[in-house]
Nanobody
């Protein structure tokens, strides 16, 4: 049974930081691209960042988060992380982790497995 369980969301003031984690089970984690997407009410899921299957692999970021967010993974722990710094109110969303065997990193339809999401709220 495939599971992706996100944690680390919460409330933070603008300029603050959070670190999201996503722990996977039930599939060969080390062979999947892992990504983070986010979604706000009434909008489609938005690509945030992705990391290649191997630990320390290539990464890619949406322009809106570049230089503020860092995606990483630890294949020994079957976990992917998203370190978020200099948070803005516009970063408020439900954040989802996702796993893809192949396809375009920024395309949500190319992802095979999804977590349930964790809420991030940035507000003064």
């Amino acid at each position: 049974q495939v599971q992706l369980i996100e944690s680390g969301g919460g409330f933070v003031r603008p300029g603050g930081s959070l670190r999201l984690s996503c722990t996977a089970s039930g599939f060969a984690f080390g062979t999947y691209t892992m990504a983070w997407f986010r979604q706000t009410p009434g909008n489609e899921r938005e690509y945030v960042a992705a990391v290649a299957p191997w630990t320390g692999g290539a990464t890619e970021y949406a322009d809106s988060v570049k230089a503020r967010f860092t995606i990483s993974r630890d294949n020994d722990k079957n976990t992917v992380y998203l370190a978020m710094n200099t948070l803005r109110p516009s970063d408020t969303a439900i954040y989802y982790c996702a796993a893809s065997k192949a396809g375009t990193w920024s395309q949500s339809s190319d992802y095979d497995y999804w977590g349930q999401g964790t809420q991030v709220t940035v507000s003064s």
